[in-house]
Antibody, heavy 121, light 110 residues
């Protein structure tokens, strides 16, 4: 059974940093693009970043580029999101999601349960 | 890049059919057959319902179908059931290694 379990979300002050983790199981992690997607009640779902199977390519939405860094450790079946210079508008539930096929942009077929990041003083 | 345009809300009675539209541009929806749809119940993770415009993942009811015409994709739900009440989001590849979600549509089953 495919499972994605996020962790690391918490309350952080504006300008602070946080690292999210996603532990994957039930599939060959190194065969898939992996994504971070966030959800806010006001804006809905927003794609944040993704990374290629071997870590050689990574892409970001414009609003986080330069502040967030996605990474992965295929030996540990884990995906990460390092978030720096956090802003109030980064407050959201962050989901880890698997790309359906071995290419970018097909669909996200499995999602974790999400981890809440709150940026507030 | 702006979000794909979806109606804020739609509603229907049990047993009826509804359609949710997702309008993009010739750079995203109109240029790629890489539109997918997601269902999200409150407090839950999104669930993939349709991929590549009109394909259903294993386990998704055949009451859900997808289509595309020009720059607009559509999700149709037939035989509405109470459990279909949820938020629905479209998603499209937009070229240059970029993807984009729609703003979301709240479906109410009357």
């Amino acid at each position: 059974e495919v499972q994605l379990v996020e962790s690391g979300g918490e309350l952080v002050q504006p300008g602070g940093s946080l690292r999210l983790s996603c532990a994957a199981s039930g599939f060959t992690f190194s065969n898939y693009w992996m994504n971070w997607v966030r959800h806010t009640p006001g804006k809905g779902l927003e794609w944040v970043a993704n990374m290629k199977q071997d870590g050689s390519e990574e892409y970001y939405v414009a609003s986080v580029r330069g502040r967030f860094t996605i990474s992965r450790d295929n030996a540990k079946n884990s995906l990460y999101l390092q978030m720096n210079s956090l802003r109030a508008e980064d407050t959201a539930v962050y989901y880890c999601a698997r790309e359906r096929q071995g290419t970018f942009g097909t669909a996200l077929d499995y999602w974790g349960q999400g981890t809440l990041v709150t940026v507030s003083s | 890049q702006s979000a794909l345009t979806q109606p804020t809300s739609v509603s229907g009675s049990p047993g009826q059919s509804i359609t949710i539209s997702c309008t993009g541009t010739s750079s995203d929806v109109g240029n790629y057959n890489l539109v997918s749809w997601y269902q999200q119940h409150p407090g839950k993770a999104p669930k993939l319902m349709i991929f590549e415009v009109n394909k259903r993942p294993s386990g998704v009811s055949d009451r859900f179908s997808g289509s595309k015409s020009g720059n607009t994709a559509s999700l149709t739900i037939s035989g509405l059931q109470a459990e279909d009440e949820a938020d629905y989001y479209c998603w499209s590849y937009a070229g240059s290694s970029h993807v984009i979600f729609g703003g979301g549509t709240t479906l109410t089953v009357l």
